[in-house]
Structures are given as C-alpha cells and as structure tokens.
C-alpha cells in the first residue's frame, strides 16, 4: 500500500501535497443501506421541499469563508430543496469522539480524518456511499488515497487532502542542512531566548515517529495482526526512550502546553516544528520568505541514524447514517468532495487536493509544500493503522509517555518497567 501512496503522489501530482489495527470487514448489521447522490440541478423545480442539514467542519473553513461559499453554490445548484444550515466548529481530529456521543444529535455531513472510520462504521454512524458519491471516489481518487475511506469493497467517505504532517524551520535560525538531522538542530548555536526545536506528541500522532523511525510498531508494520503485539519495550524501543527523555528535557528544546509554536515564532525564537499543510497560512503569514520546509530529520538514538516517519491518512467527507435528510446530505458531501471544491479548498485554506485532476493544476504542481508533502509520503511515512484496537487503546496510553517523562515519572532508571506496562496495555486480550 505504501507503494501505492508513492506511485500516487508522484504520477497526478508529481509534486503534489496532508488521533486507529486488524480486520478490514465491520460487522455487517452495523453497516447502514448505501447512499446515493443526484445530479446538480439548476431548473425550476415542480415543489421545494424544506431541509435542514447540520454541518461539522475545522475552524479553518469557517475563517476563510469557505464553507459559507460552498453552501450558498450548493443550495443555488438544489433548488429543490429550501436548505436551513447549521455550522458548527469541530476539528476533524475529534469528528468521531463528537458523533459516536450521540450520533442522532450529529451532523449530517462532516469532516474527519480517515483513521477513525472503523470505529464510525462498527458503530452503525456513517452512511455507505453509493451512486455518484461512490462513482467519483472510484473514478476521481487514486486507488491508495481510496484506502483510507474503505472497509472491504465498500466506500464510506469521500476523501479531500492528504493527513500527513512534515517539518516547517525558520530559515534566520537554520539552514537547510541543520534541518537534516534532529543532532544538527539540537546542536545549532542560538541566543538564549531561542528554542532549537518544540516537542509536541499531538495525542500519541507525532510522538509514533520516533518508534515507527527506528522500526518498531504496533500490531505488525502493517497494523492489523494483532497477535504480533506492540514491540516498544525492546532495546531499541528502551533507547529511543532515553532518547526522548534527554530531549523533551533540553532546555533548548520548547514543549507543548508551556508555550505555543505562534507564539515563538512571531519572535523568530523557535528553530524547528512538526505540522501539516493545514496549518500553512498562520506560518506563513508570521514568518513570510523567512519559512522553510523539508520532510522529517533523522536521529540517532543508538549509533543507527533512522528516518523519523510519519503517519500518512486522508481526511475525508462523511455522511451521517442516521440523517432525516439522506438525499440532500450525500449530494452535499459529494458537492465538497469534487475537483472544483477541492481546488477552491487548496486555494483558500493550502489543503492540497486528493483529487487527480485537481491536484495536477500548475498551483498545485509548482508549490513547494506540495513537493514537501509528496517527498514526506515516499520516504519518511508510514500509513497510519486504522483498526479499531489501535484506536482505542493507541491514543488513550501512547501520550502517557511524554506526559511522564515531562513529569519525570518516566526516567532513565525506569525505562523498560514503564515500556513494558505501555505494551501490556496495547496487547489484545
């Protein structure tokens, strides 16, 4: 699958641009009667009827208008349909964590980052997609992008950029070759009041770099063989640990939740940080020419240099299963999904297309941070696993590690004791 990842990346896009392990199938009575979309009509329709759709989405699309302007084409493209809209903020990251409280109460069309699809599809929560939805997943998306939104031969979302993260550095601090290795950053002479480098786990997200960089995994390097277990506790998982530990604990290092990424580089006081292409603009906007990008350093926890690696997931465009308006839901996911709103999307919020069409545009093509993302896919990610027991135990006891080591309840004299009890915690009963 990786390799499809790559082959993607490289031949649509070229340079083309960004908290889940096991079975493929879901229960089938948890699986809700595939939904279909019309096509666009603009005509003068017989009778309108009344529709509320209620609609999930990142802060972003709201900032920058984006949802507003979709809306106000899509419901002059249905002029069947009266639309009331509601729009709510919530992150992609937490659309699942939302839903599954009360998928009722939900929206009917949101936003979501494909590793928490499993758990929305055991859960009865997102609609099978059939008919023209599923035409364009199939026929618009590469096969390896299809992936992430697929259970078996069954599409459930529509993708819409790549979820990945890379490194963004501050070109007055580093150069191009101190951002290769995580010992150049670290070793880079800066003014007292600047930090080399910010540690940020992201909910267990970034921190599996540093684990998945030096070969280790959880469930196998595919994810899904659950017998395999988790393999942290070994000797190198014990030396990427102390690893972590002299980092997170360097004083030129920053840490997450004492100060924040903006904050520092507005000053041009922090060297090197890892994000995806979502958070561009801010970046952007604060530090101008003065903003480099590159896929991820290696480091050296044990004489060995490893490529630190990402995870690599989609996020995507789901429909509620539980939606009282189904018909006007999946045309409106699909309306979001095209290659027009794609590249609209690229356009306003720098959320490269996972659209063929859309992300082989000159814009696209010639953007630097494309060729970044594109590069971070082929050489420095793996694909994150989806399967449910990852999921919910993954993100629950991965960010116990740095959490304790900030702490110093995790230390070097208690290494493997602490890493033994994370993998009794991952092992499938």
């Not at 699986?31 to 972003?60: F, G, H, M, R």
């Not at 992150?91 to 928490?116: P, R």
Request: charged share 20%.
């Amino acid at each position: 699958m990786k390799k499809k990842v790559i082959a993607m990346l490289m031949a649509t896009a070229m340079v083309a641009a960004m908290a889940g392990c096991g079975s493929s199938e879901a229960p089938a009575e948890s699986k809700a009667p595939a939904a279909s979309s019309e096509e666009s009509k603009t005509e003068t329709p017989a009778e309108v009827t009344d529709v509320a759709l209620k609609v999930w989405c990142a802060q972003n699309q709201v900032d920058t208008g984006i949802m507003e302007e979709q809306q106000t084409a899509f419901a002059a493209a249905h002029p069947e349909w009266n639309i009331t809209w509601t729009t709510e903020i919530v992150g992609d990251d937490n659309c699942k964590t939302e839903l599954l409280k009360d998928v009722d109460a939900g929206a009917d069309v949101f936003m979501f980052a494909s590793d928490q699809l499993l758990e929305m599809v055991d859960a009865g929560a997102i609609a099978q997609l059939g008919g023209e939805a599923e035409k364009m997943v199939k026929e618009e998306i590469t096969d390896s992008v299809q992936a992430t939104v697929m259970v078996g031969d069954e599409t459930y979302a529509i993708p819409y950029t790549h979820n990945t993260f890379f490194m963004y550095y501050d070109k007055t601090i580093m150069s191009e070759d101190d951002v290769t290795s995580l010992e150049k950053i670290m070793a880079k002479e800066t003014a007292d009041n600047v930090y080399n480098y910010y540690f940020e786990s992201a909910g267990g997200w970034k921190l599996g770099a540093y684990y998945y960089g030096a070969g280790l995994n959880v469930f196998g390097p595919e994810g899904n063989d659950l017998s395999v277990g988790c393999d942290w506790n070994s000797e190198t998982g014990v030396a990427v640990t102390n690893y972590l530990i002299d980092l997170i604990n360097n004083p030129k290092c920053a840490y997450d939740g004492e100060i924040a990424v903006s904050e520092l580089i507005a000053d041009h006081r922090l060297g090197v940080w890892f994000d995806g292409a979502w958070n561009f603009p801010t970046y952007s906007e604060a530090l101008g020419d003065d903003l480099g990008m590159a896929i991820l350093p290696t480091f050296n926890p044990d004489g060995n240099d490893y490529q630190l690696k990402s995870f690599y997931s989609s996020k995507a465009i789901g429909v509620n299963a539980h939606s009282k308006n189904m018909a006007a839901a999946v045309a409106f996911a699909t309306f979001l999904g095209n290659e027009e709103n794609q590249i609209l999307r690229y356009e306003k919020s720098a959320q490269v297309p996972a659209n063929v069409a859309a992300a082989s545009i000159d814009a696209v093509t010639s953007d630097p941070m494309s060729a970044v993302i594109a590069k971070e896919a082929s050489e420095a990610s793996v694909m994150q696993p989806t399967h449910t027991t990852f999921s919910t135990r993954y993100w629950t006891y991965a960010n116990t590690i740095p959490t304790e080591i900030r702490s110093g309840e995790l230390n070097k004299g208690n290494v493997q004791e602490k890493l033994d009890t994370f993998v009794a915690s991952m092992t499938a009963e």
